[in-house]
């Protein structure tokens, strides 16, 4: 199974402020990167695809990128709506396989 | 627009099973993977399996091989999970959720919580 390795588990930050999370991949997933956004009680919803790509309707603060087994999400300008759990998560290879999550906060 | 409905919550004792259901709107279940995927807080997500309706194929992560069994109703483009054998670790919110082939999960069912006790 390909271990993904999400890093940090928590988060606080300020309004305004830029955030970065990081997902390594055990193996290389050739950019098959997905990260989704969790608000408690609700279910996932994907913002960012084959690990650059801006789903239709994410705000452009939300970027996506690296290649091979490093991937990252920033969102820039933080807004109190980005408050949630973000996941990354691995489609290159079965079993499909989540990162263990990023819990956003605001200072 | 893209739906999927699941089913209310359960209540089950512990040694019992447990049949969830996901209807989908807006297109036919025939066209996409429909996968199945649980959701503790402190253990994050954790991916059951997949089914293809268009044929039947399956395929399980291998914790969840005897567990969880996928099936799905064309005619009512349906899917459905049945969990078995249920002990206190069952207890979850459970999520469909569509997706292509090497690709994301696109479209989510809004849960369905699971609570095993006796």
């Known amino acids: 199974d390909i271990r993904m390795t999400q890093s940090p588990a928590s988060l606080s930050a300020s309004l305004g402020e830029t955030v970065n999370i990081e997902c390594l991949a055990s193996e290389d997933i050739y950019s098959d990167l997905a990260w989704y956004q969790q608000k408690p009680g609700k279910s996932p919803q994907h913002l960012i695809y084959d690990s650059n790509y801006l789903q239709n309707g994410v705000p452009s603060r939300f970027s996506g990128s690296g290649s091979g087994t490093q991937y990252s999400l920033k969102i820039n300008s933080l807004q109190s709506e980005d408050v949630a759990t973000y996941f990354c998560q691995q489609y290159n290879n079965y079993p499909l396989t989540f990162g263990s999550g990023t819990k956003l906060e605001i200072k | 627009e893209v739906q999927l409905q699941q089913s209310g919550p359960e209540l089950r004792r512990p040694g019992s099973s447990v049949k969830l259901s996901c209807k989908a709107s807006g297109y036919s279940i025939t066209d996409y993977l429909m996968h199945w995927v649980k959701h503790r807080p402190e253990h994050g997500l954790k991916w059951i399996g997949c089914?293809?309706?268009?044929?039947?194929?399956?395929k399980y992560a291998q914790k969840f091989q005897s567990k969880a069994t996928l099936t799905a109703d064309t005619s009512s483009n349906t899917a459905y999970m049945q969990l078995s054998s249920l002990t206190p670790e069952d207890t979850a919110t459970y999520f469909c959720a569509r997706g292509l082939p090497g690709y994301v999960m696109d479209a989510w069912g809004q849960g369905a919580s699971v609570t095993v006790s006796s």
């Open positions: 089914i293809d309706p268009e044929d039947g194929e399956t």
